[in-house]
């Protein structure tokens, strides 16, 4: 997979977290401005403001979009209401050794393995009343943003993942994903940078991806183009 990804154009990096909870990657320090993976950050953050209290119509009409469509506008909102210490808080229970606050969120800088091992120990940050309702999110991306690991068929595993990406330029293509099937869990990281275009970007994604998770049993790859989805900052 390492020479996958060395063969690609632009810059490519990934962790993976299997079994016992072992990290292996490449290039998996590497920093990137976070994009829209960064909305998982807000989504736990802002779930963990509310604590175990019941989340209200407008708690749901933010935190929705914000990660069904990656809705910007949402994002920045649930930015604000957090705050920058709060974020900044959950990057250090998550023991994130990468991770930097920018005020334009897009442009926070994370690495593969920060967000591989938020992934792996997401519900553990995620308050009980509350952790039904991210898997809920993170399990119904729209169609038009399942590209990458979305397009790969894991019969028996359920896939809980996030997508960023720089406008439809190429700047940034990243995906962060939990699989999960009875008590297993895979999680794992995957951050393009400089890729050609947005296209060539995903198809990356959707390679690395399937290299990773090619052990897994009962694991089918289900081919096809995803679709492109604008955007104005980075997502």
């Known amino acids: 997979m390492q020479r996958y990804a060395r063969r690609r154009a632009g810059d490519v990096a990934f962790a993976v977290i299997a079994r016992r909870g072992r990290i292996d990657g490449f290039r998996m320090r590497?920093?990137?401005?976070?994009?829209?993976?960064?909305?998982?950050?807000l989504l736990v953050a802002y779930l963990r403001k509310s604590h175990d209290e019941r989340l209200s119509r407008a708690d749901r009409n933010?935190?929705?979009?914000?990660?069904?469509?990656?809705?910007?506008?949402?994002?920045?909102?649930?930015?604000?209401l957090v705050g920058?210490?709060?974020?900044e808080r959950l990057a250090r229970v998550a023991g994130m050794r990468d991770f930097s606050y920018h005020?334009?969120?897009?442009?926070?800088?994370?690495?593969?393995?920060?967000?591989?091992r938020f992934m792996f120990r997401l519900r553990s940050f995620v308050p009980g009343e509350h952790r039904a309702y991210a898997r809920h999110l993170?399990?119904?991306?729209?169609?038009?943003?399942?590209?990458?690991?979305?397009?790969?068929?894991?019969?028996?595993?359920?896939?809980?993942?996030?997508?960023?990406?720089?406008s439809g330029t190429g700047r940034v293509d990243h995906q962060v994903a939990l699989l999960k099937r009875g008590r297993r869990r895979v999680a794992l990281a995957i951050f393009t940078q400089l890729d050609p275009s947005h296209g060539y970007g995903k198809r990356t994604l959707r390679g690395v991806a399937a290299r990773l998770l090619r052990d897994l049993p009962r694991y089918r790859t289900r081919m096809g183009p995803g679709r492109d989805s604008g955007g104005r900052v980075l997502r």
């Open 30 to 41: 590497t920093t990137a401005p976070a994009a829209s993976v960064f909305k998982v950050m």
């Open 103 to 116: 005020p334009i969120w897009g442009l926070s800088r994370t690495s593969p393995r920060d967000q591989a």
């Open 138 to 166: 993170l399990s119904h991306v729209v169609g038009s943003q399942r590209w990458g690991v979305g397009e790969l068929r894991l019969r028996g595993w359920r896939l809980f993942f996030k997508g960023g990406w720089g």
């Open 62 to 80: 933010l935190l929705g979009p914000m990660i069904r469509r990656s809705d910007d506008v949402a994002a920045t909102l649930v930015r604000d």
């Open 84 to 87: 920058r210490a709060r974020i």
